[in-house]
């Protein structure tokens, strides 16, 4: 069965840093892009970031570029997104989704987890 | 940036054919994907590549591209069609992934 599994949300101060994982099973994590995708409370779906199989290729939105990182370890089967600099705006369900190809451009995102809930309030 | 424009709601009776349209600017060059979420779920993919449905999904979903609109079609709605369902494309100029705002979709 083909599962994603995300940790790491909680409850962080303003200006604070997070870890969010992302664990994978039941296909070739290395085949394939990944990504994460945010969903703030009531409101529609953001993409974040985005990292093809082989980490060469790596994009995040606007919104986060710079304060945000996304990286993978496929010897581990998971996916990371590192966020620092958190603000009240980052609040959301943070989901990761695999890409249907192992770029991450032009594609759908054909398995997603079940998200982590992430709070930045101070 | 790109912008994706949804109705925010769309309204239709069991049985009938319902229509979600996705508004872009030339969007009928890029390749547009449909995804359905419905409350407390994570979104399922249900057509990508403008009119290809992953194993799974009936045939009842399906997908058109062309001009500056892209359009979800769902055929014979059923109660549990009910969900917000969201376009998504890759904007090239920004080499970002871009959603719409979602549409709602309630059956009467």
């Known amino acids: 069965e083909v599962q994603l599994v995300e940790s790491g949300g909680g409850l962080v101060q303003p200006g604070r840093s997070l870890r969010l994982s992302c664990v994978v099973s039941g296909f070739t994590f290395d085949d394939y892009a990944m990504h994460w995708v945010r969903q703030a409370p009531g409101k529609g779906l953001e993409w974040v970031s985005g990292i093809s199989w082989n980490s060469h290729s790596i994009g995040h939105a606007d919104s986060v570029k710079g304060r945000f990182t996304i990286s993978r370890d496929n010897a581990k089967n998971s996916l990371y997104l590192q966020m620092n600099s958190l603000r009240a705006e980052d609040t959301a369900f943070y989901y990761c989704?695999?890409?249907?190809?192992?770029?991450?451009?032009?594609?759908?995102?054909?398995?997603w987890g079940q998200g982590t809930m992430v709070i930045v309030s101070s | 940036s790109y912008v994706l424009t949804q109705p925010p709601s769309v309204s239709v009776a069991p049985g009938q054919t319902a229509r979600i349209s996705c508004g872009g600017n030339n969007i009928g060059s890029k390749s547009v994907h449909w995804y359905h979420q419905k409350p407390g779920q994570a979104p399922v993919l249900v057509v990508y590549?403008?009119?290809d449905r992953p194993s799974g999904i009936p045939e009842r979903f399906s997908g058109s591209n062309s001009g500056n609109t892209a359009t979800l079609t769902i055929s014979r709605v059923e109660a549990g069609d009910e969900a917000d369902y969201y376009c998504?494309?890759?904007?090239?100029?920004?080499?970002?992934?871009?959603f719409g705002g979602g549409t709602k979709l309630t059956v009467l």
């Open positions: 989704a695999k890409d249907i190809n192992g770029d991450y451009v032009d594609d759908a995102f054909d398995i």
């Open positions: 998504q494309v890759w904007d090239r100029s920004s080499d970002h992934v871009v």
């Open positions: 590549d403008d009119s």
